[in-house]
């Protein structure tokens, strides 16, 4: 199946995007668009406007292709149909349905590009379903600019069906779980999709699928309940925890899905079954280590990021405890009256913004920030040098601009 014509330059630089109403359960939305973004004193001379177009496209294309799903008719009761549709509906860099876009792009040109389309969508829809499960283990209420999804099923449950707080609760986590079931399963009809509408090779879509549903979704649960594991334990008391490790729980998390989509979108491009080719390889790890790198970003923009911006709460990470690459760097340098203070408010649910900002200060004087940061930037090195031997063109520029981006990002 073609993709659709492409847009002029005047509807590029449209700031909203209207669906049609008789479209089940989508609404008029913001687009992320380049144009738009806070640009900071570190971003100067770094020219991103040709990224922030393509996300902005990618977005567009990318929403499209979920309004015609099928998968759409299936979203019921309403509950569920305005859950699974909450974080889809809601403005987002979409960064890993752009690297496996712009992987395609780079190996096949724009036509295979084209083609790689709803596998992009399913990776988004993978990634979105994650972001579900992940805000109910952190009892986050907010993504994205609005409430988690367990959050506003809470609240729907104490207005609308005058639940007590504790019923409603539950069926807010309930609902949360549903949600994140179905999207799960409606990532994976995304793939199907590349075989039956846009003539991908069925063996690859195959072993696309069950790379996804093994080894990424092995690892990706694997690293989550480390996550939850660390989180629950004084740093004291893992003594086998240190830097290597918490950026292996990192990887798992966050990096093996950025390598897959880049893996996915180069074997699209190129039109292989073959992992192992030199070419998909080289993106393999480029995306890889963009994905650390991306982790490490998001730690540091967890504490000292604009909640506004970044559409999620700041300091949540203080509070639930989670082990980084910046406590355990600011613990290492800390003295003992440094390190009570930080281990009396980390994992503190109840903790002060006050309190919170103190930490902050800490992680800053301890070189937690400066470390995290040094590592991040190591990656994006590694990764850009994996990248040497793909042809030019403006797709491997894309990607170049796209690992600068994840140092750069403020949100």
Same mark, same amino acid.
């Given at each position: 199946?073609?993709?659709?014509?492409?847009?002029?330059?005047?509807?590029?630089?449209?700031?909203?995007?209207?669906?049609?109403?008789?479209?089940?359960?989508?609404?008029?939305?913001?687009?992320?668009?380049?144009?738009?973004?806070?640009?900071?004193?570190?971003?100067?001379?770094?020219?991103?406007?040709?990224?922030?177009?393509?996300?902005?496209?990618?977005?567009?294309?990318?929403?499209?292709?979920?309004?015609?799903?099928?998968?759409?008719?299936?979203?019921?009761?309403?509950?569920?149909?305005?859950?699974?549709?909450?974080?889809?509906?809601?403005?987002?860099?979409?960064?890993?349905?752009?690297?496996?876009?712009?992987?395609?792009?780079?190996?096949?040109?724009?036509?295979?590009?084209?083609?790689?389309?709803?596998?992009?969508?399913?990776?988004?829809?993978?990634?979105?379903?994650?972001?579900?499960?992940?805000?109910?283990?952190?009892?986050?209420?907010?993504?994205?600019?609005?409430?988690?999804?367990?959050?506003?099923?809470?609240?729907?449950?104490?207005?609308?069906?005058?639940?007590?707080? @504790?019923?409603?609760? $539950? #069926? /807010?986590? &309930?609902? *949360?779980?549903?949600?994140?079931? %179905?999207? !799960?399963?409606?990532?994976?009809?995304?793939?199907? @999709?590349?075989?039956? $509408? #846009? /003539?991908? &090779?069925? *063996?690859?879509?195959?072993?696309? %699928?069950? !790379?996804?549903?093994?080894?990424?979704?092995?690892?990706?649960?694997?690293? $989550?309940?480390?996550?939850?594991?660390?989180?629950?334990?004084?740093?004291?008391?893992?003594?086998?925890?240190?830097?290597?490790?918490?950026?292996?729980?990192?990887?798992?998390?966050?990096?093996?899905?950025?390598?897959?989509?880049?893996?996915?979108?180069?074997?699209?491009?190129?039109?292989?079954?073959?992992?192992?080719?030199?070419?998909?390889?080289?993106?393999?790890?480029?995306?890889?280590?963009?994905?650390?790198?991306?982790?490490?970003?998001?730690?540091?923009?967890?504490?000292?990021?604009?909640?506004?911006?970044?559409?999620?709460?700041?300091?949540?990470?203080?509070?639930?405890?989670?082990?980084?690459?910046?406590?355990?760097?600011?613990?290492?340098?800390?003295?003992?009256?440094?390190?009570?203070?930080?281990?009396?408010?980390?994992?503190?649910?109840?903790?002060?913004?006050?309190?919170?900002?103190?930490?902050?200060?800490?992680?800053?004087?301890?070189?937690?920030?400066?470390?995290?940061?040094?590592?991040?930037?190591?990656?994006?090195?590694?990764?850009?040098?994996?990248?040497?031997?793909?042809?030019?063109?403006?797709?491997?520029?894309?990607?170049?601009?796209?690992?600068?981006?994840?140092?750069?990002?403020?949100?």
């Amino acid at each position: 199946m073609p993709d659709e014509a492409a847009p002029s330059e005047e509807e590029k630089d449209r700031q909203t995007f209207t669906t049609p109403g008789a479209k089940k359960g989508f609404a008029k939305r913001e687009l992320f668009v380049g144009a738009d973004l806070d640009r900071s004193d570190d971003m100067a001379g770094m020219e991103y406007d040709e990224l922030f177009q393509y996300l902005s496209n990618t977005e567009r294309r990318i929403h499209s292709v979920f309004e015609s799903s099928q998968m759409r008719a299936y979203l019921n009761p309403q509950d569920v149909l305005e859950s699974v549709l909450s974080y889809i509906n809601r403005p987002a860099k979409r960064l890993r349905p752009s690297i496996l876009l712009m992987a395609a792009g780079a190996l096949g040109g724009p036509d295979r590009e084209k083609l790689a389309l709803p596998a992009a969508a399913g990776v988004e829809l993978f990634h979105t379903w994650t972001l579900v499960h992940d805000d109910l283990i952190d009892n986050d209420t907010l993504r994205r600019g609005g409430p988690t999804v367990h959050e506003a099923m809470r609240t729907s449950a104490r207005t609308k069906q005058r639940l007590p707080a @504790d019923l409603a609760t $539950e #069926y /807010g986590r &309930d609902i *949360a779980i549903l949600t994140g079931d %179905i999207q !799960h399963g409606w990532a994976i009809t995304f793939f199907v @999709d590349c075989g039956l $509408e #846009y /003539g991908i &090779d069925a *063996a690859l879509v195959l072993r696309l %699928i069950k !790379h996804l549903q093994s080894y990424v979704l092995g690892n990706l649960i694997f690293g $989550e309940v480390l996550d939850v594991h660390y989180g629950m334990h004084n740093l004291a008391a893992l003594k086998d925890v240190d830097e290597d490790k918490i950026i292996e729980m990192l990887w798992l998390k966050t990096g093996d899905l950025y390598e897959f989509a880049g893996m996915a979108g180069a074997l699209i491009g190129k039109n292989t079954c073959n992992f192992e080719d030199n070419e998909v390889q080289a993106i393999r790890h480029f995306a890889d280590k963009c994905g650390t790198a991306f982790q490490l970003q998001d730690d540091i923009l967890g504490i000292l990021g604009d909640e506004a911006s970044l559409g999620k709460p700041i300091g949540s990470d203080i509070r639930e405890g989670k082990k980084t690459v910046i406590v355990y760097e600011a613990l290492k340098n800390a003295n003992e009256a440094q390190s009570e203070t930080i281990l009396a408010t980390l994992g503190n649910r109840m903790a002060t913004n006050d309190q919170v900002q103190s930490i902050a200060r800490l992680f800053f004087e301890l070189n937690g920030i400066g470390r995290t940061k040094e590592l991040a930037a190591n990656y994006i090195s590694q990764a850009i040098a994996h990248l040497n031997g793909i042809s030019d063109s403006k797709y491997k520029r894309l990607l170049l601009l796209w690992a600068n981006y994840m140092l750069d990002r403020k949100f």
